[in-house]
């Protein structure tokens, strides 16, 4: 039976990255050698790395003046970096999640830390609107995508001050403007690669103005220096990434991509909402994700719960058990899930309707 991979992360890649990605384990870039034994020093590995942030910086649009990292660490080591680099006095974030709490204990070690807005009071089912941002903060930080509560911030803030961004569950899946942005982040294993992998989006000319002593691993600048080779990069998901790129760009690019998501978008909240049974978590249509689709049963039907789950189980749905702070379904749609997938989903749903 084919599967249909809605897991939230790691989740689905391109068949294009894990075959290409099979292949170079076995003979990589005709070396004669696996992938997994070859220098990062070596000219085939330095010539992926080149590629991959190339094609990154062409893929996203962006400008001179910035650099594209690929690190160790996950997107939670950014929770620090970030501060680190660029908090020298004060920082905003945005609370719209668990992710984005996380990012604000962290931040909270090196500076005083405005929570601008927190929506919180609601289970995080809905993205903040009309909170103002102090003009005198280093930064303000958001989480573009709540990948665990299904919200998504689509519109950049309109701030006077740079935004610094956690984009881990939606990088690529639509245009950014980056020139808006002192930092961007991500863990890769959500849109781009297999986990280890950490991308990092940063404007030169922020940095520097931060007085603490920094050690040598945490400073963004040792790795603009050395083009994310100071130390080991994760070698096997930098090559993954690549194909990742490669394959987007194959398929048009990140507009083609947001076009794809909006449809497949569509088609599941459209079920969702016309379904009895089922009922969004998200209210609002306009803050609802195109990447983390969150739902759960009608309180009339809410002891079907389980049944739903092995009803579509049997029928090749994989990972749509929603986080345990949400409860009920959480079908993600990342950049590589086809429509078909999306289908078979809400064919599923229907079917379930017509027997209950
Ligand atoms: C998954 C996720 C993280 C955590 O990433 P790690 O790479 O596991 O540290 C952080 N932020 C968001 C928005 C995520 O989806």
């Not at 004669?32 to 990154?56: C, N, P, Q, T």
């Not at 899946?173 to 940063?202: C, E, M």
Request: charge should be negative.
């Amino acid at each position: 039976m084919k599967k249909h991979n809605f897991y939230a992360g790691p989740s689905i890649l391109p068949e294009f990255t894990i075959k290409n990605s099979a292949e170079a384990i076995l003979d990589f870039a005709g070396t004669g050698l696996s992938i997994l034994e070859v220098s990062h020093r070596s000219k085939e590995f330095v010539a992926v790395m080149d590629e991959a942030r190339d094609l990154f910086k062409e893929l996203l649009n962006i400008p001179d003046g910035y650099h594209v990292l690929f690190l160790g660490g996950g997107a939670s080591t950014q929770f620090y970096t970030v501060p680190f680099n660029f908090l020298n006095t004060k920082a905003a974030y945005l609370n719209t999640g668990e992710w984005a709490s996380k990012a604000i204990k962290e931040a909270k070690f090196f500076g005083e830390v405005v929570e601008v807005a927190s929506s919180k009071d609601k289970n995080f089912n809905y993205i903040p609107k009309g909170y103002t941002v102090p003009d005198d903060v280093d930064y303000f930080h958001i989480t573009t995508n709540n990948t665990i509560y299904g919200t998504e911030l689509l519109k950049d803030p309109e701030v006077n001050v740079p935004l610094a961004a956690d984009m881990s569950s939606d990088i690529l899946s639509r245009p950014v403007d980056v020139s808006k942005y002192a930092v961007i982040y991500g863990g890769a294993q959500k849109n781009l690669a297999p986990a280890g992998l950490t991308f990092v989006i940063v404007r030169e000319d922020a940095l520097g103005k931060v007085t603490r002593p920094m050690p040598t691993m945490i400073n963004y600048k040792t790795h603009i220096d050395k083009g994310s080779m100071f130390n080991t990069p994760p070698v096997l998901a930098v090559y993954s990434a690549l194909q990742t790129l490669k394959w987007l760009k194959a398929m048009g690019g990140v507009e083609v991509m947001e076009k794809r998501n909006i449809a497949k978008a569509e088609l599941i909240y459209g079920e969702i909402d016309r379904n009895k049974l089922f009922v969004p978590t998200v209210p609002n249509p306009e803050d609802r994700s195109r990447m983390n689709v969150c739902y759960v049963m009608a309180e009339e039907y809410k002891e079907l719960e389980k049944e739903f789950l092995d009803f579509a189980t049997a029928r090749g749905m994989v990972g749509i058990k929603g986080y345990r702070t949400v409860g009920g379904f959480r079908a993600s749609t990342y950049n590589a899930l086809p429509i078909e997938s999306v289908q078979a989903l809400v064919d599923v749903m229907r079917e379930f309707e017509a027997k209950i």
